[in-house]
């Protein structure tokens, strides 16, 4: 619910950078602060206020409300701009606090109550990079606190998503193939997840042996991505099925959190 708002806000963040004036005065630009503030009193707040509490949603309104105040005057781009700044934040935690709430929820008193400190690192920098990613890693998490799912098949799919949209966001396949060098692997018209890896390591000075353990990650990925998803039929029970997939999926999670810790430049990688 959160990851609307964030895109209309990054959208309102672009359209006063591209501006020269001092202060904002056209009318489109200011419409657009107070739709986005309606949006965040009528959809957003009541969902926060449900699974936070009120004591959480009392910076954000005032946040809000002081956009509004500023629409309704002739106020200066840089008051926006610090403002709007101040409420991306503000939402990108609030993300990953709903995002922990609704996971206790979910399990049911079954595993973990919250989350790890790694995952709310790795969320909250892919909500602040790529919502898009951040909400399907979202998704895998609350899949796997989910005591009563009867498939994983989405699950290993939505964190194998989450580390593809990284990859295609930090290595266009443009500048990819532009490197010396570089040709594309059989049957393919596109870089592969591995070399998109390789392009970012090796631009940042990453040794052989840093971009082959990278690589080594994503393999195993893709590998059990796809067992995953061709798996449903052929074990003997449901049970077996269940149990063996979450296992795999939970290996799955691993090695993306691996390879985006070492992508995102985020605090220390968990070992896979």
Do not use: C
Not at 118 to 129: F, M
Not at 199 to 216: I, P
Not at 237 to 265: N, P
Request: glycine share 6%; no cysteine.
């Amino acid at each position: 619910m959160l990851q609307p708002l964030l895109v209309g806000l990054a959208g309102l963040q672009a359209r006063l950078k591209n501006r020269r004036s001092i202060h904002v005065n056209d009318r489109d630009t200011k419409a657009a602060a107070i739709a986005l503030a309606a949006t965040y009193f009528s959809e957003v707040r009541p969902h926060l206020l449900a699974v936070l509490g009120h004591e959480q949603v009392q910076r954000p309104d005032e946040a809000w409300q002081e956009l509004v105040r500023l629409a309704h005057a002739n106020n200066k781009r840089s008051s926006y701009l610090k403002l709007t700044r101040r409420l991306a934040i503000q939402l990108r935690e609030l993300s990953v606090q709903t995002l922990g709430k609704t996971a206790e929820r979910t399990a049911h008193g079954k595993g973990p109550s919250d989350l790890t400190p790694a995952e709310l690192q790795l969320l909250s920098t892919l909500e602040g990079l790529l919502p898009t990613a951040a909400a399907s890693y979202r998704q895998g998490l609350l899949d796997l606190r989910d005591a009563e799912r009867l498939s994983y098949r989405g699950t290993a799919s939505e964190f194998r998503e989450a580390l593809r949209e990284a990859l295609d966001h930090l290595a266009p396949d443009a500048e990819v193939a532009k490197e010396s060098g570089f040709k594309y692997e059989d049957g393919q018209t596109r870089a592969t997840m591995k070399q998109k890896a390789r392009f970012v390591l090796v631009s940042r000075g990453r040794s052989k042996t840093q971009t082959a353990v990278a690589e080594k990650a994503i393999g195993v990925v893709e590998g059990l991505t796809g067992e995953v998803v061709r798996a449903t039929y052929e074990r003997a029970s449901l049970a077996t099925h269940l149990e063996t997939t979450r296992a795999e999926v939970l290996r799955i999670k691993r090695y993306v959190d691996t390879v985006l810790f070492d992508l995102l430049e985020v605090a220390e990688a968990p070992r896979a």
